[in-house]
């Protein structure tokens, strides 16, 4: 019986690649570092650390190097972030929790981003979800199993109770290793989850319960 939702953030609550990509491009730029929007694909759902390491492409920089060029794009996203307000929910997201909580469902947030609980402070859903898990709750991020896992422990489900919500391949893969039932946003990079929706607008909690509960039998 699925007991509760899973929602990463960038991509499936609000989308802020774009401003991820507006941070590191300028990063790039100043550090003489050829950086496209197609790399910024590359980016998605995983930590700040693989991110700079993609962005690096094999370039070597020490670990005090390292460490300042993330702070330093931190400072620019986070420069952005200040323009996010409930605006900028992604289409549906609003009524498919409202429907989710009538439904009776647990929900919860499973994002890479160390910066997720300030992102959902500025889109006023802070306190719509049970348990925030982010770049801050486990060691080993997506694709490993263990934030979505370390969220499930906090609801207090089992794995094969929950369903994950994500826009990432990444986020996807770390989804499928735990054992959860998946549904994939945007479909470009997550024709692998059990379920494809193109966003949440006009989507039926009970239709997505039914099509969902139906794989599992
Ligand atoms: P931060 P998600 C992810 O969020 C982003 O998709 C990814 O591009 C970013 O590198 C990662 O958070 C870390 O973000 O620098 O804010 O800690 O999709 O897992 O909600
Ligand atoms: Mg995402």
Not at 184 to 211: E, I, P, R, T
Request: proline content about 2%; charged content about 20%; some cysteine.
């Amino acid at each position: 019986m699925i007991k509760a939702f899973i929602f990463d953030l960038d991509g499936v609550i609000t989308d802020t690649a774009e401003f991820h990509y507006l941070a590191w491009k300028r990063l790039a730029d100043e550090e003489h570092i050829p950086f496209t929007r197609a790399d910024n694909e590359q980016l998605r759902g995983v930590s700040r650390q693989e991110s700079l390491k993609r962005l690096l492409k094999g370039r070597v920089i020490s670990a005090e190097q390292a460490q300042a060029w993330m702070t330093r794009k931190n400072v620019y996203y986070l420069s952005h972030l200040e323009q996010v307000t409930p605006q900028n929910r992604l289409p549906g997201v609003t009524e498919f929790i409202e429907q989710s909580r009538a439904a009776g469902l647990k929900l919860a947030i499973g994002s890479a981003s160390r910066n997720a609980k300030n992102v959902l402070t500025r889109l006023e859903l802070f306190d719509a979800f049970d348990i925030i898990g982010d770049g801050y709750s486990v060691v080993n991020t997506k694709p490993a199993p263990d934030l979505f896992i370390w969220v499930a422990g906090g609801l207090g489900i089992h794995v094969l109770e929950g369903v994950v919500f994500e826009d990432a391949e990444a986020g996807v893969d770390a989804a499928l290793a735990a054992g959860f039932l998946t549904v994939g946003m945007g479909c470009a990079n997550v024709n692998h989850a059990h379920l494809c929706l193109n966003d949440l607008s006009g989507v039926q909690v009970k239709d997505v319960l039914a099509q969902l509960s139906s794989i599992r039998g």
